[in-house]
């Protein structure tokens, strides 16, 4: 009945450290984790397919900025470190090669949560067909993985950021909301008891869920292909935009927007909103949620009506549940405006203050 | 007269802080830097050349364990985290494509710092021929450098740690103490006073910049490419053993070692220590640094005479004052000793305890 995934907790006789363990005990106990042949060598040796772009993408999470490990536990960790990765490819239209850790840590650090890390990431990588290919382990004061992931995408497929054209439906993969729905419940679990309405038991771990191991959506790239190659012969040659909603859904507007020298108008009715958020929190909580609560890892995608058909086409029977939504349309200009029922009203103006933003809002 | 680089510092009118800039205030400050259209995607596209594999590897700088921001110019923060990788792409045989920075860094940080930073990452990946091609940032109570460098090498010229066979010559391709003499220096620079025959201004100042100014071995590549493959059609295909020795020349044989199931021979008195070393410091300590020193990114090969005599026809005009010296052989067994003038002799076994440890001895 509960549908977080069940990953059996380390079993360590003793409560090590890695101090206890030094950086080679510790690397022979993290080998299992990964490709083989990895520990060992300088780098990782990789062979890419013939005539494939390389994409690179490097991603962060800090203790105490992106999680707490008193809180989180260390397979979600893993896991969203790696997600956070693949959805970077995801977003460029890339498959992943493989992925490497770098991990700066404290010498008090368990041992059974450093191996949970690597479960997390292991099993997150394993899941997208893909491996952790190399690493680096050094100590620091505060536990920071930074994560590069490496993928291959044929070149006149690669999606940009600066390539949306006024005309453009803005379409997403998924809901938006739920992971910061999920981080709200972690922090209170209480919190599911109050409101209106409160979520179902099973609506409450899909949100934690969400927020714990999204899940990057990869899945969409082979349809993606298939209906941007199509797109492309019938509108000679042009590119097309996407990003990942990993800062929110009304940030990957603004800076698809920003990129790509164009405007948008957002329909507040068609906003992908969590089924039953909006009934616990209120309209406007929900609305805040979906557009600015971030890390819910799914496509904004950028495509004309006719590619837009296609891709719909391409996934056919495979499309997930939510399928695709169409949230808003390309326009002349700079600005992003949410319009609600009214289409006489002039709309809200978004920006990127609002905006998950590392070294201004935080501090 | 001042061999050290003379990287102008910043001009900042104003002590801004990262806080003060904003993520996207920063990574505009930061985009010259870079390759063009690295900022503003959630990934980098490269291209890698046919039938190359490709080498990935990643290496973490912490403040307060691998530098000290308030001794450490941040010019040459940068300028080692970049060198370091390369260094690791040499030692795999590798030219570079690119290399990414991922940054964790406290809001407090200086703009100033950070593009000296940059500068410094800058000026050596430019410096061989390549660029930095993506990254990320974001905040942490401590700063943390992650650099994933990628490089490309014909498939079957890839040197691996676990290559090294019996009767192979063990050689470098610089000398070894440099860094730790230059660290010394900076950490109590009087020390340049005393001792039986203090180093020379020269010297010190080779010595500060070894340390500051590593220089990856990728000189060493297209040469060593040149006579592993004569080596190869000569030898029935075999593989060759390399390693750079960032962790200390004792590390890397005892590594090499290890992962290929031999051991080593050490000639003391050809062991690679920097002219002036044992007159200033004593033959004891000059040895230790000699030994366990460790960050002065030579490269360290396991080679046949024959591919050691084809590698110095191959370099021949173009090689380096040092040359390359051999310090040792591979035998059969698992030690690695160092012997002295007389052959009858034991030997002093060397073991990984005394090596550069992140978890054991540091702690």
Same mark, same amino acid.
């Given at each position: 009945m509960n549908p977080l995934p069940r990953i059996p907790s !380390?079993?360590?006789?003793?409560?090590?450290?890695?101090?206890?363990?030094?950086?080679?005990?510790?690397?022979?106990?993290?080998?299992?984790?990964?490709? !083989?042949?990895?520990?060992?060598?300088?780098?990782?040796?990789?062979?890419?397919? #013939?005539?494939?772009?390389?994409?690179?993408?490097?991603?962060?999470?800090?203790?105490?900025?992106? =999680?707490?490990?008193?809180?989180? #536990? @260390?397979?979600?960790?893993?896991?969203?470190?790696?997600?956070?990765?693949?959805?970077?490819?995801?977003?460029?239209?890339?498959?992943?090669?493989?992925l490497t850790v770098a991990l700066a840590l404290p010498s008090t650090c368990s041992v059974a949560w450093l191996e949970g890390l690597y479960q997390?990431?292991?099993?997150?990588?394993?899941?997208?067909?893909?491996?952790?290919?190399?690493?680096?382990?050094?100590?620091? @004061?505060?536990?920071?993985?930074?994560?590069?992931?490496?993928? /291959?995408? !044929? #070149? @006149?497929?690669?999606l940009k950021r600066n390539a949306a054209q006024v005309g453009d439906a803005i379409v997403v993969t998924g809901y938006h909301g739920a992971s910061r729905a999920g981080l709200e419940l972690l922090l209170d679990p209480d919190r599911a008891l109050t409101g209106l309405c409160p979520p179902s038991p099973q609506q409450r771990d899909q949100w934690i869920r969400a927020h714990q191991y999204p899940r990057p959506r990869l899945d969409w790239v082979p349809w993606l292909r298939s209906a941007l190659a199509q797109g492309q012969s019938a509108s000679a040659s042009r590119s097309f935009a996407a990003m990942d909603s990993s800062d929110g859904l009304a940030d990957a507007v603004l800076q698809l927007c920003r990129a790509s020298g164009v405007g948008a108008h957002l329909v507040q009715a068609d906003l992908p909103l969590p089924p039953g958020l909006a009934s616990w929190q209120g309209l406007a909580t929900a609305?805040?949620?979906?557009?600015?609560?971030?890390?819910? =890892?799914?496509?904004?995608?950028?495509? !004309? /009506?006719?590619?837009?058909?296609?891709?719909?086409?391409?996934?056919?029977?495979?499309v997930p549940a939510f399928g695709l939504r169409r949230v808003g349309t390309i326009v002349a200009g700079s600005q992003v405006t949410l319009h609600g029922s009214d289409p006489q009203e002039p709309g809200r103006v978004l920006s990127l203050d609002r905006g998950f933003q590392h070294f201004s809002e935080l501090f």
């Open positions: !380390p079993r360590n006789p003793a409560p090590l450290t890695i101090a206890d363990l030094g950086e080679q005990g510790l690397l022979q106990r993290l080998q299992p984790f990964c490709a !083989p042949g990895v520990v060992g060598d300088d780098g990782a040796v990789l062979q890419p397919s #013939p005539g494939q772009a390389l994409v690179v993408t490097t991603d962060t999470l800090v203790e105490g900025v992106h =999680f707490s490990a008193t809180t989180t #536990p @260390p397979e979600a960790v893993g896991w969203r470190s790696a997600a956070a990765n693949l959805s970077d490819l995801a977003a460029m239209g890339a498959l992943p090669l493989g997390g990431l292991a099993q997150c990588v394993g899941d997208y067909g893909t491996a952790i290919v190399g690493g680096d382990l050094c100590r620091a @004061p505060h536990l920071v993985v930074s994560i590069t992931a490496l993928g /291959e995408v !044929p #070149p @006149p497929l690669v609305l805040d949620w979906t557009l600015y609560g971030g890390e819910d =890892f799914e496509l904004v995608l950028c495509l !004309p /009506e006719t590619v837009l058909a296609g891709l719909e086409a391409a996934s056919g029977a495979g």
